[in-house]
C-alpha cells in the first residue's frame, strides 16, 4: 500500500494494492494492524454508504463534540472528495485538501476527527462507503457552506449542484460560534 501525505499532517490518500487477472480483481480494503501502522489507528464503529447521482454534494459536514474520523472511498462511479481544517487553534484552520476517488483508481482518504468533510458526484452515479470512528450523533452535527469564499475549495466543473436544504442553508466558517468548533490538540488530531 502506498501513503501519500497532505499539505495537512493526519490527511491520507491511501493507494491499496490491486490485485486483477481475468477473473477481475482483489483488493484488501481494511486491515487494523496495516493500517494502524500507517497512522490510522482508530477503532471504527459503523460503517455507511451514500448513492448518489451526478451533481450531487454532500457536505460540508461535521460532529462535535463526537467526531468523526472517517475512511472513505467510492465503491462505485466517482466522486471528488474534500477535507476542512475546522480545528479551532489549528495552523491549517480553514484549509482544506481535495482528491478524487474511483472505482478505478480504488484510493482511499482519511479525513481526521476535527474536519468537515464532504464530496461531489462527478459520474453518472456513485456509491460512497465510509468507515466512522464514532456513532452518528444527528444533535451534534452541523454543516459549513461548501462554497465559502474564504476556504475556497476548488471544486470540478461548472457548479450548480444539487443539495440538502440543511447544506445549501450552512453558514460560512467565519459564521460559527467557536464554542461549536472542535479544538486543535497537536499534529495527532484531536
Known sequence: MEVVETKIPGVLLLKPKVFGDQRGWFMESWQNERYASLGIPEQFVQDNMAYSEQGVLRGLHIQNPYGQGKLVQAIKGEVFDVAVDVRKGSPWFGQW??????????????????????????????????????????????????????????????????????????????????????????????
Not at 466512522?132 to 459549513?144: I, N
Not at 476548488?154 to 460560512?172: M, Q, S, Y
Request: aromatic share 12%; hydrophobic share 35%; proline share 9%.
Open 97 to 190: 485538501v481535495g482528491v478524487h476517488l474511483s472505482e478505478s483508481n480504488h484510493h482511499q482518504f482519511y479525513v481526521p476527527v476535527g474536519f468537515a468533510h464532504g464530496y461531489l458526484v462527478l459520474s453518472e452515479e456513485a456509491i460512497f462507503a465510509y468507515k466512522c470512528t464514532d456513532h452518528y450523533h444527528p444533535e451534534t452535527q452541523f454543516s459549513v457552506r461548501w462554497d465559502d469564499p474564504e476556504i475556497g475549495i476548488e471544486w470540478p466543473g461548472g457548479l450548480n449542484p444539487l443539495l440538502a436544504e440543511k447544506d445549501r442553508d450552512a453558514p460560512l466558517l467565519s459564521e460559527i460560534p467557536e464554542e461549536t468548533l472542535p479544538l486543535y490538540m497537536g499534529e495527532k488530531g484531536v
